[in-house]
Structure formats: C-alpha cells, structure tokens
C-alpha cells in the first residue's frame, strides 16, 4: 500500500493563480481531511469528508474548495490564490471515524503563493 | 475538544525514557488522548490513545492520571531518530479525523 499520496510536493504559485492539491489513497478510507500548517504553529483543519459525496467545512476552510467523487481521492481547491496560502498543506485518512484508530497523513504539499 | 498544555520543549538523553507532560483539565468523560508526533515537518505520524486506562504499544506508553485532568507519554529508550514535535490531543468519541492540533512539545534526544 502507498498509503496517503499528495501532488504536488512543491509548489510556487503567483497571486491569483487558481490550482489544485492533489490527494488519494488506496487504504479503503471513508473519513479524509485537509489541514494547513503554518511555521511554528500547530495543524488547523480546512475541509473534510465522511465518505464519497459528502464534505463540510473545518477551523479555516476560506479561499479553498473541496469535492469527494470517489473514495480513493480528496482535491483541495485554491480558487485564487493569496499570499495568505503559503503554507504546508496535509492530506490525511481514516478508516473510522470512531475513536477507534488512527489519522494516516500524507508527507505535506508546501505551497509558496508570491 | 478540552484545551491542552504541554511545554513548548523538552531534552532527553538518547537511551533514556522520555516522559512527556500534557494537562487538560477541561477533559469530559467521553474525550480520548491522542499523541502523534512530527518529526522534521514531515507528516504526523500517530503514536497512541487512551480514554481512562493506561494504554501501551510499540512505540510508547501512556500514562492517564485517575481523574484523567493530565497524562504522560512516555518513550521507554529514546534515540535520536525520536527527536520530533508531539502533540497531545484531546478529542471527542464521534470523530477521530477533526483533530485540533496544537503548538505540541519539542523533544530533542541529545547524544
């Protein structure tokens, strides 16, 4: 297993440029979730999904879009991006929600937006 | 989610057990501990969990004081390849993938 992929790992993008975080993976996870952290800080929480279809909001979910079509992938949206959105991005997954087990995290997309 | 506090950096020589504090005296009695750690900005990796009871794994031991108001993770014999970010995480029974992730512990494993 791969576990939980993101694309890119590196990204410099200019102001106002619209692009998109990838993120998939093959564990057969309903529950997936983007968080973004900034030096020094800890891991907010953008958007999430309990299951294909289905997305809501998190702690900072302003200038990015999300949408669940399938179980495997998880895309996060930067519509237009602000200098605001640099930052490391993290993709994760879990098979329940329940406290039953774990988060598994991807290895982050860092974003510069000049 | 009850607030955390952990202090912002800890040493430890490498071999040693490592312990590290966490308070979350707002805990109510459906809210779990999670710990993952971080290391080197690369993605968090998970490290354990518990409700009440003490709880141990491969990677480490946690400690929940009997009114559950703060716990302690402990690395049995730390390297230096432990040497990371860990966050304690306090989290309701209904969703284990909307964590609330604080500024965590530093922890340095010295030669």
């Known amino acids: 297993n791969a576990g939980v992929t993101q694309t890119p790992k590196f990204q410099v993008l200019k102001t106002g440029q619209s692009m998109t975080l990838q993120c998939a993976q093959d564990?057969?996870?309903?529950?997936m979730s983007w968080y973004r952290q900034d030096p020094g800080m800890g891991l907010r929480l953008i958007h999430y999904s309990v299951g294909a279809g289905i997305t809501d909001q998190g702690e900072v979910p302003n200038g990015y879009n999300v949408s669940r079509s399938t179980t495997e992938d998880f895309p996060l949206r930067l519509l237009s991006a602000a200098p605001s959105q640099t930052s490391v991005y993290f993709c994760?997954?879990?098979?329940?929600?329940?406290?039953?087990?774990?988060?598994?995290f991807g290895e982050g997309s860092r974003l510069t937006v000049l | 989610d009850a607030k955390t506090t952990q202090p912002p950096s800890m040493d430890c020589a490498e071999g040693r057990a490592a312990n590290l504090p966490c308070n979350h005296s707002t805990i109510s009695g459906n809210e779990y501990v999670y710990w993952y750690r971080q290391i080197h900005s690369q993605g968090p990796q998970y490290i354990i969990h518990?409700?009440?009871n003490n709880e141990t794994n491969e990677m480490a031991s946690l400690i929940i004081t009997e009114d559950r108001k703060s716990s302690t993770l402990i690395l049995p014999h730390a390297t230096l390849r432990d040497t990371a970010v860990y966050y304690c995480i306090v989290n309701s029974g209904g969703s284990n993938y909307k964590l609330t992730f604080g500024k965590g512990t530093l922890l340095t494993v010295n030669p």
């Open positions: 564990m057969n996870h309903e529950y």
């Open positions: 994760a997954s879990s098979y329940s929600g329940r406290n039953t087990g774990e988060l598994f």
């Open positions: 518990g409700l009440k």
